[in-house]
C-alpha cells in the first residue's frame, strides 16, 4: 500500500483545531465538522455498525456526544477525519479519528467507523494507515493506541495491518477478553482507561507493540472504545 499524502491544504474546524486534508491511493481524508453529525447519524443507525455496542435509544444525547467529540478541543493534528473514495468524493465513508484516548487522555488512540455496505474493501485500513503515518510523522507521537471490543475480529484484522498486532500476538485478544473485570484497567504503554470493555495494544514509532490488558464493562453513556467503533 502506498503512504499517505499530506496535501498542503489544512482547514480549521469549529473548535480551532488544524487538520491537514490526506490522500491515499483510493481515498480522500478531510477534517470532519460539525456540519457532518448528521452523516454520522445515519451512520450509526444501522444495526450492523451498532453490533458491538448496542442500539441508540436516546438521539439527542448520541448528536451531544458527538458534537463533544468532534469539538475537542484537541491539540493541532489530532482529531476526526470523514473518509471519501477519491472517484466519488462527495459520498461519505465514515470517519477515522487520532485523538487522547476515550477523548481524556493522556495516551493518543486511533480508531475508525465505516458504514457497513463498504466493509471488506480495505478502506478502514487503508484510512487508519494514513492517520498512524501522519501521527508519527507529522505530530511527532511515539506510540499510538488502539483499542477494540474482544469479539470484533475484523477490526483486530484492520489493527494487524496497521501493525498493532503481530504474528501470534492474535491470542492474546482471546486472553484479554477472558480476564476477570476490575474496577481500573492499565493498557500497554502506561494508560489509564477506567471504562469499556476492550482489547487492545500500541503500535510504536519503531514498528514494536504491545498489548493490553483488558477493561471493565463500562458505562453506555459514554462513549464506545474507538477503534472498535468499525
Keep these: ?59 439527542d444525547a448520541y448528536r451531544e456526544r458527538t458534537r463533544s467529540f468532534i469539538a475537542g478541543p484537541y491539540a493541532d493534528g489530532l482529531g476526526f477525519w470523514k473518509i471519501a473514495e477519491k472517484a466519488a468524493p462527495g459520498t461519505f465513508l465514515g470517519w477515522v479519528l487520532l485523538i487522547p484516548l476515550a477523548g481524556e487522555g493522556p495516551g493518543i488512540e486511533i480508531g475508525y467507523r465505516l458504514r457497513s455496505e463498504v466493509w471488506g474493501r480495505g478502506i478502514a485500513t487503508e484510512a487508519a494507515a494514513a492517520v498512524r503515518d501522519h501521527g508519527f510523522a507529522t505530530c511527532g507521537l511515539d506510540e499510538i493506541i488502539a483499542v477494540t471490543h474482544p469479539d470484533n475480529a475484523g477490526s483486530q484484522r484492520v489493527l494487524e495491518k496497521i501493525g498493532v498486532l503481530r504474528g501470534n500476538h492474535r491470542g492474546l485478544w482471546r486472553n484479554a477478553a477472558a480476564v476477570s473485570p476490575r474496577p481500573r484497567g492499565l493498557a500497554a504503554g502506561g494508560v489509564i482507561r477506567p471504562r469499556g470493555l476492550a482489547a487492545g495494544g500500541v503500535i510504536r514509532r519503531q514498528g514494536t507493540c504491545g498489548i493490553s490488558d483488558s477493561f471493565p464493562a463500562g458505562d453506555r453513556s459514554r462513549p464506545a472504545p474507538a477503534a472498535g467503533w468499525r
Design 1 to 59: 500500500m502506498l503512504p499517505a499524502t499530506v496535501t498542503e491544504k489544512t482547514q480549521e474546524t469549529k473548535a480551532g483545531t488544524m487538520l491537514p486534508t490526506m490522500t491515499t491511493t483510493r481515498l480522500i481524508l478531510e477534517p470532519l465538522t460539525l456540519d457532518d453529525i448528521e452523516l454520522c447519524a445515519t451512520m450509526d443507525a444501522d444495526p450492523q455498525v451498532r453490533r458491538y455496542f448496542g442500539p441508540i435509544t436516546d438521539w
